[in-house]
T-cell receptor, first 114, second 114 residues
Framework: SQQGEEDPQALSIQEGENATMNCSYK?????LQWYRQNSGRGLVHLIL?????REKHSGRLRVTLDTSKKSSSLLITASRAADTASYFC??????????????FGQGTTLQVKP | SQTIHQWPATLVQPVGSPLSLECTVE??????LYWYRQAAGRGLQLLFY??????ISSEVPQNLSASRPQDRQFILSSKKLLLSDSGFYLC?????????????FGPGTRLTVT
């Protein structure tokens, strides 16, 4: 069953604006991660937030995690045209042991207009 | 530093033909390895994962199989391709020094079955 649901499916903003993407999941997690994918390429890891953390920053990225609501959000501040890509959340569920298995959401496609 | 290689980058195969996609990782030992498939505009579906040589776990019953003949080599195969096997195939590894849960992706193989 699909673990991660993301919204919106697509987002179009102007350069300089902030972009917020949301992710919901269904079962208890060890951690939640966000990845970026440029068109036709592999995924690149952006940030990982553990189940006992509520907020994490990395450069212009801010991730929040609300385990009571089983949801996470990714905020990209002061967006740039180069941020145009698809963004995926991925959860590592409790019980996955040492497999490192992740369950990916369907992604949010972000377009940043110059 | 660690790198992951995938080939070929693109492949066009007729229905009923065999398939072999190869993935190799350099610069690390005993990684967890994963094969994903991504349909156009969709998220990633985990196909197989491996926590060690010869250890393969299948996530989705299908027309594909995987093997891990060496520690850092992961192969995705099919004896007879179906039209529905078309997609973007991604290999990934985890178990790196920064965080064992982070996954690192190869560039992907675009498979078109005609």
């Amino acid at each position: 069953s699909q673990q991660g649901e993301e919204d919106p499916q697509a987002l179009s903003i102007q350069e300089g604006e902030n972009a917020t993407m949301n992710c919901s999941y269904k079962t208890s997690i060890n951690n939640l991660q966000w990845y970026r994918q440029n068109s036709g390429r592999g995924l690149v890891h952006l940030i990982l937030i553990r189940s006992n953390e509520r907020e994490k920053h990395s450069g212009r990225l801010r991730v929040t995690l609300d385990t009571s609501k089983k949801s996470s959000s990714l905020l990209i501040t002061a967006s740039r045209a180069a941020d145009t890509a698809s963004y995926f959340c991925a959860s590592s569920t409790r019980g996955s042991g040492n497999t490192g298995k992740l369950i990916f959401g369907q992604g949010t496609t972000l377009q940043v207009k110059p | 530093s660690q790198t992951i290689h995938q080939w070929p980058a693109t492949l066009v195969q007729p229905v009923g033909s065999p398939l072999s996609l190869e993935c190799t990782v350099e610069g690390t030992s005993n990684p967890n390895l994963y094969w994903y498939r991504q349909a156009a505009g969709r998220g990633l579906q985990l196909l197989f994962y491996s926590v060690g040589i010869g250890q393969i776990s299948s996530e989705v019953p299908q027309n594909l199989s995987a093997s891990r003949p060496q520690d850092r080599q992961f192969i995705l195969s099919s004896k007879k391709l179906l039209l529905s096997d078309s997609g973007f195939y991604l290999c990934a590894w985890s178990g790196g020094p920064r965080d064992p849960y982070e996954q690192y992706f190869g560039p992907g193989t675009r498979l078109t079955v005609t």
